[in-house]
Protein backbone atom coordinates (compact mmCIF):
# COMPACT_ATOMS: atom_id res chain seq x y z
CA UNK A 1 0.00 0.00 0.00
CA UNK A 2 1.50 3.46 -1.34
CA UNK A 3 0.31 7.19 0.07
CA UNK A 4 1.03 9.59 -2.63
CA UNK A 5 0.71 13.21 -1.50
CA UNK A 6 0.67 16.70 -4.05
CA UNK A 7 -0.67 19.92 -3.76
CA UNK A 8 2.52 21.24 -1.21
CA UNK A 9 4.16 24.57 -1.70
CA UNK A 10 4.95 28.11 -1.65
CA UNK A 11 2.13 30.37 -0.73
CA UNK A 12 1.28 34.02 0.82
CA UNK A 13 0.29 34.79 3.65
CA UNK A 14 -3.75 34.85 3.32
CA UNK A 15 -3.15 32.50 0.60
CA UNK A 16 -4.66 28.91 -0.14
CA UNK A 17 -3.97 25.21 -0.86
CA UNK A 18 -5.60 21.95 -1.34
CA UNK A 19 -3.70 18.90 -0.60
CA UNK A 20 -4.18 15.60 -2.23
CA UNK A 21 -3.27 12.11 -0.68
CA UNK A 22 -4.21 8.92 -2.81
CA UNK A 23 -3.78 5.38 -1.86
CA UNK A 24 -2.93 2.64 -3.81
CA UNK A 25 -2.02 -1.59 -3.36
CA UNK A 26 -4.05 -4.18 -2.25
CA UNK A 27 -6.52 -2.39 -0.26
CA UNK A 28 -10.16 -3.89 0.71
CA UNK A 29 -11.27 -0.59 2.69
CA UNK A 30 -10.23 2.11 4.60
CA UNK A 31 -10.98 3.57 7.65
CA UNK A 32 -9.50 6.53 8.90
CA UNK A 33 -7.66 9.21 6.78
CA UNK A 34 -5.85 11.89 8.50
CA UNK A 35 -3.21 14.95 7.64
CA UNK A 36 -0.75 15.86 10.21
CA UNK A 37 2.13 18.09 10.44
CA UNK A 38 5.48 18.31 11.34
CA UNK A 39 7.80 20.88 11.98
CA UNK A 40 11.49 19.96 12.48
CA UNK A 41 12.62 19.00 16.08
CA UNK A 42 9.07 19.23 16.89
CA UNK A 43 6.29 16.01 17.26
CA UNK A 44 3.90 14.78 14.59
CA UNK A 45 0.58 16.62 14.99
CA UNK A 46 -3.14 16.16 14.10
CA UNK A 47 -4.09 18.61 11.65
CA UNK A 48 -7.66 17.28 10.22
CA UNK A 49 -8.80 13.20 10.05
CA UNK A 50 -12.38 12.30 8.47
CA UNK A 51 -14.02 8.70 9.15
CA UNK A 52 -15.06 6.79 6.08
CA UNK A 53 -18.38 7.89 6.65
CA UNK A 54 -17.30 11.32 6.75
CA UNK A 55 -17.28 12.54 10.27
CA UNK A 56 -14.75 14.97 10.76
CA UNK A 57 -12.68 16.39 13.48
CA UNK A 58 -9.80 19.14 13.43
CA UNK A 59 -7.02 20.74 15.33
CA UNK A 60 -7.95 24.18 17.23
CA UNK A 61 -5.69 25.85 15.07
CA UNK A 62 -6.98 25.05 11.75
CA UNK A 63 -11.17 25.10 12.54
CA UNK A 64 -12.81 27.55 10.66
CA UNK A 65 -9.48 27.53 7.83
CA UNK A 66 -9.36 23.99 7.03
CA UNK A 67 -11.80 21.67 5.11
CA UNK A 68 -11.00 17.94 5.07
CA UNK A 69 -13.02 15.78 2.27
CA UNK A 70 -12.07 12.42 0.57
CA UNK A 71 -13.50 10.47 -2.28
CA UNK A 72 -14.04 6.81 -1.36
CA UNK A 73 -13.94 5.19 -4.58
CA UNK A 74 -10.76 6.91 -5.40
CA UNK A 75 -9.05 6.13 -1.81
CA UNK A 76 -8.33 9.94 -2.06
CA UNK A 77 -8.63 12.48 1.14
CA UNK A 78 -8.30 16.18 0.51
CA UNK A 79 -7.31 18.91 2.38
CA UNK A 80 -7.76 22.74 1.29
CA UNK A 81 -6.08 24.85 3.37
CA UNK A 82 -7.72 28.69 3.30
CA UNK A 83 -6.21 31.99 5.60
CA UNK A 84 -2.64 30.32 5.72
CA UNK A 85 -0.34 32.07 7.80
CA UNK A 86 3.60 31.73 8.29
CA UNK A 87 2.43 29.03 11.53
CA UNK A 88 1.19 26.94 9.17
CA UNK A 89 4.37 26.52 7.13
CA UNK A 90 5.65 22.85 7.78
CA UNK A 91 5.52 19.24 6.05
CA UNK A 92 2.50 17.14 5.76
CA UNK A 93 1.72 13.89 6.10
CA UNK A 94 -1.14 11.69 4.70
CA UNK A 95 -2.16 9.24 7.55
CA UNK A 96 -4.45 5.94 6.47
CA UNK A 97 -5.91 3.05 8.16
CA UNK A 98 -6.04 -0.04 6.10
CA UNK A 99 -7.44 -3.58 5.84
CA UNK A 100 -5.47 -5.18 3.12
CA UNK A 101 -7.23 -7.96 1.04
CA UNK A 102 -6.09 -10.97 2.09
CA UNK A 103 -4.82 -10.13 5.54
CA UNK A 104 -6.30 -9.92 9.06
CA UNK A 105 -5.76 -6.60 10.91
CA UNK A 106 -5.64 -2.65 10.27
CA UNK A 107 -2.67 -1.52 9.13
CA UNK A 108 -1.19 2.48 9.56
CA UNK A 109 0.26 3.82 6.11
CA UNK A 110 2.03 7.15 5.82
CA UNK A 111 2.76 9.28 3.22
CA UNK A 112 6.19 10.87 2.22
CA UNK A 113 4.79 14.12 3.32
CA UNK A 114 4.60 17.65 1.31
CA UNK A 115 6.08 20.91 2.18
CA UNK A 116 3.96 23.70 2.74
CA UNK A 117 5.53 26.97 3.01
CA UNK A 118 3.78 30.23 4.28
CA UNK A 119 5.85 33.51 3.42
CA UNK A 120 5.68 36.88 1.44
Known amino acids: VQLVESGGGLVQPGGSLRLSCAAS????????MGWYRQAPGKQRELVAA???????NYADSVKGRFTISRDNAKNTVYLQTNSLNPEDTDVYYC???????????????WGQGTQVTVSS
Open 25 to 32: GSILSINA
Open 95 to 109: NAEVRRVGVVGLYDY
Open 50 to 56: ITSGGST
